[in-house]
């Protein structure tokens, strides 16, 4: 199993999901949010708080994004950790009705 | 004296309860950028409550948790008194004398009752009894469950009553390199249950599963899931439900109902788990021992989002007899700390703890005794970070003229009544001694169920 960001994020990187995950797994860079595959336990409390629905876990990935698996590993690897909410990206709420949340 | 949260006056804080809740508050609190002293308490010799004791042991990814509540432990100022039953050996009053501040983590540890005639015959149970009892929780290690008879029925639909469902759904291969309790192993493996009756007062688009743990039905060994193709029939209000973008999460588990529905039964597998709907148990009947369930069965009525079950007058019955019950908890009040009786928690305004509308000093609450029994264990993050929030914002307040002892205070008083405090080195021996004696058996560790047995190990 894996728990994954995908594209939905970029642009908004809202964080609702950072305040519930238990283990401070997500990390970041300007554009989104990337889950540490290592340190997640796969308890999928982040899922239903994105507000663009830009996580997917395990069997639940589209096809389509099944690249961000390893997108998430790599760029986990050699960022920050996220371990707070922040404000959203500016635009975000303009991107979340774009995307038709 | 001082505001506290200085180097010559530390901020003092008692937190009553190592779960998730307790090990997040402690967290936040060591954190911030003040002078922190953070006393965790437990009653059990062991930390980290329903992580340890809750979770299902065939789901030992989730038990993970554990590692950042490791990492917590680590840091200065942190400090576990396990083995202390706040309330009884130490009294609130005594820990407001002892610290600036107390923070009451201690989760919702009793079921709600269904209120229906037979509820105590023997054979029906508690979700809780029977998930502490298989996680090897000391207060449940010498329970009895009689699983001799063919049909097993539990009441609820959410993620507990999943966990007790797959546990008795699964065989003894697909549980014996977990660290299920072995005294749960041994009874498991006798167990002549053959058909698990998952039962909702509500319909399949109101089920509170997460789509993860119902998946995992389809996936099991020797026990096959079974939905009636009728029971997918939903009224307009429930479609509506479904339609809306947001609630995904109700219309995967739909999905997955409808995709149980469906497929044909597996004729190989020897178990089965029947999800049911719209109905709810009126009466237990039995002569000395439970022997069948009288359920009447609902309508939902009311707009989308806020329907609620009704009886319609028409009933049926389930020969069983064994039943378990998973329909909410609640938390136990602790001498000294305001409760509200109606819904199981402790009153508060953010975390504040309230009696009458007013805060009350000094006390605050985080977790599921807090806010009641939902989310899942991260949930429990934001929450315990929000009571953190206020306390800090509170120093001003919690300014005392008496100096406070801290954990010194309390050991006196502990020793007083010979109580062993259990420390964080002395549950690091526990905790190597389970995992010795678990890789024996090629489990991740076998538990210590029993409070002596850990306690003698330390002296």
């Known amino acids: ?101 | 004296m001082s505001r506290p949260g200085t180097e010559d006056n530390p901020l003092l804080v008692a937190i009553v309860g190592s779960g998730p809740s307790g090990f997040y508050a402690a967290e936040a609190l060591l954190k911030s950028d003040i002078n922190v002293k953070v006393d965790i308490l437990e009653r059990l010799p062991s930390p980290y409550g329903l992580v340890r004791t809750g979770v299902a042991p065939d789901h030992q990814k989730l038990k993970q948790a554990i590692k950042l509540y490791e990492k917590i432990a680590s840091e200065d100022g942190f400090n576990l008194i396990a083995n202390v039953n706040v309330g009884v050996d130490v009294t609130i009053e005594q820990l407001k004398a002892s610290h600036h501040a107390i923070i009451i983590t201690c989760g919702a540890e009793t079921d709600r009752k269904l209120n229906i005639p037979g509820e105590d015959l023997p054979g029906s149970y508690t979700a809780t009894e029977f998930v502490g009892w298989y996680n090897g929780h000391p207060d449940y290690r010498d329970r009895e469950f009689d699983l001799s008879g063919d049909t097993a029925v539990i009441i609820g639909q959410g993620n507990v009553a999943a966990d007790v469902a797959r546990i008795l759904s699964k065989t003894v291969d697909e549980l014996k390199n977990t660290d299920i309790a072995q005294h749960a192993l041994d009874v498991l493996a006798e167990s002549r249950i053959r058909e698990i009756h998952v039962i909702g007062r509500r319909g399949p688009a109101q089920a509170k599963f997460t789509p993860k743990e119902l998946r995992e039905f389809g996936e099991l060994a020797d026990c096959a899931p079974v939905v009636a193709t009728e029971d997918l029939h939903l009224n307009a209000e429930s479609e509506r439900e479904l339609e809306e973008k947001t609630n995904i999460g109700n219309k995967k588990v739909y999905d997955l109902f409808s995709e149980f529905a469906h497929s044909p039964v597996d004729d190989d597998k020897s178990r089965r788990c029947l999800f049911r709907f719209l109905m709810g148990p009126v009466e237990l009947v039995g002569d000395g021992h439970l022997e069948k369930i009288i359920l009447e069965k609902n309508s939902l009525s009311g707009e989308p989002f806020r329907q609620s079950a009704r009886g319609t007058g028409e009933t049926l019955e389930i020969e069983a007899g064994i039943l378990f019950r998973s329909i909410g908890y609640r938390g136990v009040p602790i001498v000294g700390v305001p409760f509200h009786d109606d819904w199981g928690t402790i009153p508060n305004e953010a975390g504040r703890v309230t009696e009458d509308g007013k805060v009350v000093p000094q006390l605050y609450t985080a977790g599921w005794i807090k806010r009641g029994p939902s989310g899942i264990i991260g949930t429990n993050r934001a929450c315990s970070v929000e009571t953190v929030g206020c306390l800090l914002d509170d120093l001003d307040k919690l300014d005392s003229t008496e100096s406070k002892g801290g954990a010194e205070q309390l050991y006196a008083i502990l020793a007083d009544k010979q109580v062993r405090p259990v420390s964080y080195q002395d549950w690091q021996k526990i905790d190597a001694a389970e995992i010795a004696n678990g890789e024996k058996i090629d489990k991740p560790r076998e538990k210590f169920t029993r409070r002596s047995e850990m306690l003698e190990l330390l002296d």
């Not at chain 1, 639940?60 to 099944?66: A, L, S």
């Not at chain 1, 707070?84 to 303009?94: I, K, N, R, S, T």
Request: aromatic share 6%; net charge negative; with cysteine.
């Open chain 1, 1 to 101: 199993m894996t728990t994954i960001v995908t594209d939905n994020c970029k642009g908004c990187r809202f964080t609702d999901c950072v305040t519930v995950c238990p283990v401070a797994c997500f990390h970041y860079d300007d554009d989104m949010l990337y889950i540490d595959p290592d340190t997640c336990i796969d308890c999928s409390a982040c899922i239903p708080e994105c507000p663009v629905q830009a996580i997917f876990e395990g069997d639940d990935i589209p096809e389509d994004k099944e690249h961000w698996i390893e997108i998430n590993a790599e760029r986990a690897a050699e960022l920050p950790v996220c371990e707070e909410q922040m404000d959203p990206l500016p635009g975000a709420e303009e991107r979340k009705a774009e995307l038709g949340f």
